[in-house]
């Protein structure tokens, strides 16, 4: 396997391999005790829990066509960012995958900002309950 980092510089490829083989792994998502990786068509990336600086579920709604009507799946997504942008928004398996994700998060990069930065104001605003802002 090839290991792609997302922000900082490579690492060690035995260990970046023995830590993605012992992570939990949720969807796309494995949950490593040092970094976050997840897959992106052939690729795997990673990023260390101390470079992500924000992180937020991220809600879209996709317009279907359904045999009674139209309708709206609400797809769950986890954002990460640094200090200037968004640095990936991964698909999530579902609502109840992403409450566990956020859950597990929290214990895994402390430091990080939870929720979506506020244009408005400096004030931090923690991701509602079904993920929209």
Do not use: W
């Not at 992570?23 to 005790?33: F, N």
């Not at 990786?37 to 829990?49: D, H, L, M, T, W």
């Amino acid at each position: 396997m090839k290991f792609y980092p997302l922000k900082t510089t490579e690492e060690n490829a035995q260990n970046l391999q023995t830590e993605y083989k012992s992570a939990s792994e949720i969807g796309k998502l494995r949950l490593g005790t040092e970094r976050l990786y997840f897959r992106s068509a052939r690729k795997i990336y990673y990023i260390p829990y101390t470079d992500i600086y924000r992180y937020f579920r991220r809600v879209m709604l996709v317009p279907a066509k359904l045999c009674c009507g139209r309708g709206d799946f609400a797809i769950e997504h986890l954002v990460i960012c640094d200090n200037d942008s968004e640095l990936a928004q991964i698909q999530l398996p579902g609502s109840r995958a992403a409450k566990i994700l956020m859950e597990k998060m929290s214990l895994l990069a402390p430091d990080a900002i939870v929720g979506m930065p506020s244009d408005t104001s400096d004030e931090e605003r923690p991701a509602g309950e079904d993920g929209v802002q």
